[in-house]
């Protein structure tokens, strides 16, 4: 007895409809984990207490775009290179002419003159007061303003801020204070908050369950 079996079909039709299943499970398999390095970045950076816009800097592109293909692609990256790398490596941070580092205290405006980061170039003495420097031996040296007076809220009582002290009150000499604005340091070493590339093999190591997850039974 002979036992026959015959099959039908378009091999060619078949190998096509399996390549874009293939094609369709690699791709959402990239653009999972591109996603999920991206967002993973991005709560590492909220977590350090670094602030959503900082962490928003963290980006993700697929390859190609708007297809599918075997070859997909996903990029993760920040558009703040510089800062990331600084927390991930602890970066030790020096003045650019090797004199002091000047770290605003909590009692310094937010903004300076022009609207730029707050610095002693660019501090608004017109406002607060002259910077005077304060040398402390085995201590930060300081800048600080004279014959400021302290700005209350009226109803809660907190404190609200400093300002620079009129002619008159600084000639009674009552409610006058000195206020420290900055802090001046050789060198200051960031502490370690970000470990990119320990999340980045992470997710890698996840990409081929994520592309089997998308491959129909």
């Given at each position: 007895m002979r036992l026959k079996a015959a099959f039908e079909g378009n091999l060619k039709e078949?190998?096509?409809a399996?390549?874009?299943?293939?094609?369709?499970a690699v791709t959402l398999g990239v653009r999972?984990?591109?996603?999920?390095?991206?967002?993973?970045?991005?709560?590492?950076?909220?977590?350090?207490?670094l602030g959503q816009r900082m962490a928003n800097t963290w980006r993700g592109d697929n390859y190609p775009k708007g297809q599918n293909s075997i070859r997909a692609a996903g990029v993760v990256y920040t558009k703040a290179s510089r800062i990331m790398e600084g927390?991930?490596?602890?970066a030790v941070i020096r003045s650019k002419d090797g004199w002091w580092l000047a770290i605003p205290t909590p009692n310094a405006p937010k903004r300076g003159v022009?609207?730029?980061r707050i610095n002693p170039s660019n501090?608004?003495?017109h406002t607060y007061g002259r910077l005077r420097f304060v040398y402390r031996s085995g201590k930060p040296s300081l800048l600080v303003v004279d014959n400021a007076r302290a700005s209350y809220n009226r109803k809660s009582g907190?404190?609200?801020g400093f300002?620079?002290?009129?002619?008159?009150?600084?000639?009674k000499g009552s409610g006058l204070t000195t206020v420290v604005m900055f802090w001046l340091v050789p060198q200051v070493q960031l502490p370690r908050l970000i470990t990119f590339n320990t999340e980045a093999k992470r997710w890698f190591d996840r990409l081929p369950q994520l592309i089997l997850k998308n491959w129909p039974d």
């Open positions: 078949y190998m096509k399996e390549f874009a299943t293939a094609e369709r999972e984990t591109t996603d999920g390095l991206k967002m993973s970045m991005r709560r590492q950076v909220t977590s350090a207490g927390f991930e490596d602890a022009g609207g730029k501090f608004p003495e907190q404190l609200r300002r620079k002290a009129s002619d008159r009150a600084v000639s």
